[in-house]
T-cell receptor, first 111, second 114 residues
Framework: SQQGEEDPQALSIQEGENATMNCSYKTSINNLQWYRQNSGRGLVHLILIRSNEREKHSGRLRVTLDTSKKSSSLLITASRAADTASYFCANGGGSNYKLTFGKGTLLTVNP | EAQVTQNPRYLITVTGKKLTVTCSQNMNHEYMSWYRQDPGLGLRQIYYSMNVEVTDKGDVPEGYKVSRKEKRNFPLILESPSPNQTSLYFC?????????????FGPGTRLTVL
């Protein structure tokens, strides 16, 4: 079963605005990862935050992790039309060394 | 260029006709995995492999087979495809399995079973 849940399911913003997506998970994690998927294409890894970290930055991306609430957030600052994609969180730490994905947030950035 | 390749990218077939989707990675990764992506269900793991000759079932293995005879290749086999296997399939690979590092995904194979 899917254990990650992204919120919101869809988000539409104007270029230049910030976009915040949230993710909740149910089991313990080794790390939490965020991926981007352009329509019908392969997933691209964006950022990984380990269970002992609380915040991480990469370019315009900022990820936070709250293990007490079993939640993470992804902030994209100064969004661009090219950021339009689906964003998935993935729980890294389950059995089988697999990633357990949420169902994703569809982000639309309007020019 | 480091990459995961899949072939074919698109396939339309009929029920019962055996097919193989190939997956190859050039990063010398030990770990490889197959996922399927369906609307409303997200990505679900089908099979995975920790190394050559080591494979195991994921969450939705029914109707699929895999093999790992070489480190770089991890084909997905559908012996008798059915319409409920119509989906978007992704192969992924990863190194350093002890720390659950990032996975590298192929471009996807869109399969339609009529």
């Amino acid at each position: 079963s899917q254990q990650g849940e992204e919120d919101p399911q869809a988000l539409s913003i104007q270029e230049g605005e910030n976009a915040t997506m949230n993710c909740s998970y149910k089991t313990s994690i080794n790390n939490l990862q965020w991926y981007r998927q352009n329509s019908g294409r392969g997933l691209v890894h964006l950022i990984l935050i380990r269970s002992n970290e609380r915040e991480k930055h990469s370019g315009r991306l900022r990820v936070t992790l709250d293990t007490s609430k079993k939640s993470s957030s992804l902030l994209i600052t100064a969004s661009r039309a090219a950021d339009t994609a689906s964003y998935f969180c993935a729980n890294g730490g389950g059995s089988n060394y697999k990633l357990t994905f949420g169902k994703g947030t569809l982000l639309t950035v309007n020019p | 260029e480091a990459q995961v390749t899949q072939n074919p990218r698109y396939l339309i077939t009929v029920t019962g006709k055996k097919l193989t989707v190939t997956c190859s990675q050039n990063m010398n990764h030990e770990y490889m995995s197959w996922y399927r992506q369906d609307p409303g269900l997200g990505l679900r793991q089908i099979y995975y492999s920790m190394n050559v000759e080591v494979t195991d079932k994921g969450d939705v293995p029914e109707g699929y087979k895999v093999s790992r005879k070489e480190k770089r290749n991890f084909p997905l086999i559908l012996e008798s495809p059915s319409p409920n296997q119509t989906s978007l399939y992704f192969c992924a690979s990863s190194s350093d399995r002890d720390t659950y590092n990032e996975q590298f995904f192929g471009p996807g194979t869109r399969l339609t079973v009529l």
